[in-house]
């Protein structure tokens, strides 16, 4: 099940509101790297959450003090795949 695009993603974990530039998209093998604190685990669940169809990995990495729902919108193997 490979990962195509990351759409949106919205209250979870440190992504209050994730701004995705249009023409990212991953390959066979993306490499994923940033400082302590800057989501790169917050995007490992995100797709744990995804591929295991586990909703309550994502709903335990919510975004502390922020008003809505959740929201994460994906293009796995071209279909597009929403939390």
Request: glycine residues 10%; hydrophobic residues 40%.
């Amino acid at each position: 099940m490979p990962l195509d695009k990351i759409i949106d993603v919205q209250k979870v974990g440190r992504f209050q509101k994730l701004h995705v530039p249009t023409g990212i998209r991953f390959s066979k093998l993306t490499l994923i790297f940033g400082e302590n604190g800057w989501g790169k685990s917050t995007i490992a669940d995100i797709l744990r959450s995804v591929s295991t169809g586990e909703p309550k990995i994502l709903t335990g990495r919510e975004t502390l003090a922020s008003a809505g729902n959740q929201k994460v919108i994906l293009l796995v193997d071209a279909n597009q795949v929403e939390f």
